[in-house]
Structures are given as structure tokens and as C-alpha cells.
């Protein structure tokens, strides 16, 4: 039985990371509206990125302890797209991320900094907060502690 | 009550500007900083340029390092023409050591720049400019008011050089300059590194 559950533990890992795809701007939009999700937490951030490595795994207990709420995390590695097979990939299946993660597929990063949030100069790590019943959006360009994050989720409500 | 408070809350947002460093027209002040080759640069060393492309940047973040042949073409294209490149190490060696000056150096002698990197101790200048993260361009015109910052942001918009028809925008700030206008595009955004700061002796 233990055996069993190892193996299925590790075949959703695999599974989980076979699940890094390459993600536009428009792509994300139409995940967070057509989600099933009412709150999203979406980090840009980069494997190259140190205090957005650091902070991962503050994201990674948020989305441990939201398995059965309407919240999902979504990362979205900033990484040049070349890189998903060779750093992402790699990255995600070592430090063994649960959250859904995405490379950036947007050839104009300024169109796309600015359609994110107009007040985001462009430096990660940064966090968009969206409900999308409520209709409310909030952008940090900053760094989260586990608590910080649970209290923005909650001013969202 | 109201009026002490909307007092409070406009003298707060002038200390956040003043910390967000240079704006487009703002004039920038001269620096006096260490070269790779061990002798003192300032803007004022430049004798006959008519402007500057000062670049922030780093030896780690991989997103100057995509640049760093960028950055070398441009000084080679408009050093000439009197808008030399200088580019700005943001780093603390401590907290990152592969940016110390002797990893600039090496960088430098490997990649064989023709520019001058130099090295910011304690951040004043990132600071001052208002950098915060790598790479980070300010062009500069020299005007009778003084080094006025004339564009603010990327070299491009395609970080990762696959698109051929990118839009330069540094070079055609710089052309814009050269040729007596105002830049079309004074300032741009792209992700880059953040700025790796001198850890507090009292942090916490």
C-alpha cells in the first residue's frame, strides 16, 4: 500500500510538472476568467530571480492550504522561453512545486508589464491579486511572507 | 483634522518621488566612480560628448548578460558620435559576490568592452538615478541646464533576441537626440534583476 501511494505521489509529480507550458498574456487572462477558482494569486517571477526563489515557497504553502478553497496560485516564470526545458522544468521538479506554473510567451515585454499593471516598473518578484466574482484586482511589486499573503487573500473577500 | 492629514499624505508622496530618483527632464549629477582599469571616471571626463548612455548593470543578472554584446555595439555605434556608453556595477560584493570589482574586471577583460564599468560603493548613484534593477538605462544629453535625462528604461524590447524587427529604443533615443529632437519614446519598462543592496550591519 505505502509503495502504491509513493507511486501515485510520484506520478502526479510527474504529472504536475509535465504541466509547465509556455502561457501568454491572453492565455492567463482566459485561465483566471474561465477558472473554477474565485481568487487567484499570480506571482511573475524567474528562476534566475533570487528573492523570488526565496519567497516560492511562501506561495507553495499558500496553495497547500487552499487544496479546498476557491484560491489558486498561478506562477508565471519570467524566464526567457528558451529556457523552460533547461532551467524551468529542471527548477520545478527539484524544489518539487505544487502551484500551477507558466513561462511568459509574450515576444513585447513593455506591452505586457503595462497590460499587467500599469504601476509595475517591470522588477520581479511581483504579485497580482484577482477575484474575479468581486471584481478586484490588486498588484504588489514586492516581496510576501506567508502571512502577508493570507491577509491580502483576505481583504479581497 | 482632514487638511493635517491630506498634508501628511502630499508630504509622503513627495518622499517617495524624491526616492524614485531621476525623472525624464530632471538634471542628473556627476559622479566620480572607479573603472576596471583602476582610474577614477566622471561624466565630466568626457570632454568632447554631447550625452550619455548610462547603463546599470551587473556581471550576474542574466538578463544583462543577454545585453552585454547590446551594450558593447552601442557604445561602439554612438561613442564616436559623442553619446559614450558608461556603464554602472548596482551590486554589493558582499551580498553578491560574483559582482566584485575583480569579477568585473575579469568580465570586462574577457568580453573586451570598450566602455568604462564601473564600480558604485554603498549604492549612491543606483540610488541617486533611481535604478532598481539590471539593466537599467538612463540617456543623458548635455543642455545648457546641465546632463538632462532625456529616456529612462530598456535597449529593446526583446530581451531575448528573437525577434528581428524589435524596437531599439535607446538607439533611437539617442538618433533622436543626435539629429536635435526629443526622443518619441522618453521611457520604457522591462523585467530585469532587482538591485542585489549592501546588507544592513543591523538588518533584521
Redesign the interface.
Same mark, same amino acid.
Not at chain 2, 188 to 194: L, M, P, R
Given at each position: 500500500m505505502k509503495y502504491l501511494v509513493t507511486l501515485l505521489l510520484l506520478l502526479a509529480g510527474f504529472v504536475a510538472n509535465a504541466q509547465v507550458k509556455l502561457l501568454t498574456l491572453s492565455q492567463l487572462e482566459s485561465r483566471v476568467a474561465k477558472g473554477k477558482d474565485t481568487t487567484y494569486v499570480i506571482n511573475f517571477w524567474a528562476t534566475w530571480c533570487g528573492p523570488c526563489v526565496e519567497e516560492l515557497p511562501n506561495f507553495e504553502e499558500i496553495t497547500k492550504k487552499s487544496a479546498n478553497k476557491p484560491l489558486k496560485v498561478i506562477l508565471v516564470s519570467m524566464d526567457f522561453k528558451s529556457k523552460l526545458n533547461s532551467a524551468v522544468i529542471p527548477f520545478v521538479q527539484k524544489n518539487k512545486i505544487k502551484s500551477e506554473v507558466y513561462v511568459i510567451n509574450e515576444p513585447d515585454q513593455q506591452a505586457f508589464i503595462e497590460k499587467v499593471d500599469s504601476k509595475w516598473s517591470g522588477a520581479i518578484p511581483a504579485t497580482l491579486f484577482v477575484n474575479t466574482k468581486l471584481k478586484i484586482r490588486q498588484f504588489y511589486e514586492k516581496e510576501f511572507t506567508v502571512q502577508e499573503l493570507t491577509k491580502t487573500i483576505e481583504t479581497l473577500k | 483634522m482632514k487638511t493635517f492629514l491630506f498634508a501628511c499624505l502630499l508630504a509622503l508622496s513627495v518622499t517617495a518621488k524624491a526616492q524614485n530618483g531621476y525623472q525624464v527632464g530632471d538634471v542628473a549629477s556627476d559622479f566620480n566612480l572607479k573603472n576596471v582599469d583602476g582610474k577614477n571616471v566622471s561624466l565630466a571626463s568626457y570632454t568632447n560628448a554631447k550625452g550619455y548612455i548610462v547603463v546599470f548593470t551587473c556581471n550576474t $543578472?542574466?538578463v544583462s548578460k #543577454?545585453y552585454q554584446d547590446r551594450v558593447e555595439a552601442l557604445n561602439k555605434s554612438y561613442a564616436a558620435k559623442g553619446y559614450p556608453v558608461i556603464a554602472i556595477n548596482t551590486n554589493d560584493p558582499v551580498t553578491s559576490p560574483g559582482d566584485s570589482y575583480a569579477k568585473m574586471q575579469e568580465r570586462a577583460k574577457e568580453k573586451s568592452f570598450s566602455y568604462a564599468y564601473l564600480e558604485d560603493p554603498n549604492h549612491v548613484y543606483t540610488k541617486k538615478f533611481g535604478a /532598481?534593477?539590471t539593466p537599467h538605462v538612463f540617456v543623458l544629453q548635455k543642455t545648457a541646464k546641465g546632463n538632462e535625462v532625456a529616456y529612462i528604461g #530598456?535597449i529593446d /524590447?526583446?530581451?531575448?533576441e528573437? /525577434?528581428a524587427s524589435r524596437?531599439m529604443y535607446v538607439q533611437s533615443a539617442v538618433n533622436a537626440l543626435l539629429e536635435g529632437k526629443k526622443p518619441a519614446i522618453t521611457s520604457?519598462?522591462?523585467?530585469? $534583476?532587482?538591485i542585489?543592496w549592501k546588507k544592513e550591519a543591523a538588518s533584521k
Open positions: - | $543578472c542574466p #543577454a /532598481n534593477k #530598456a /524590447n526583446d530581451q531575448e528573437v /525577434n524596437t520604457t519598462k522591462a523585467i530585469g $534583476c532587482s542585489k
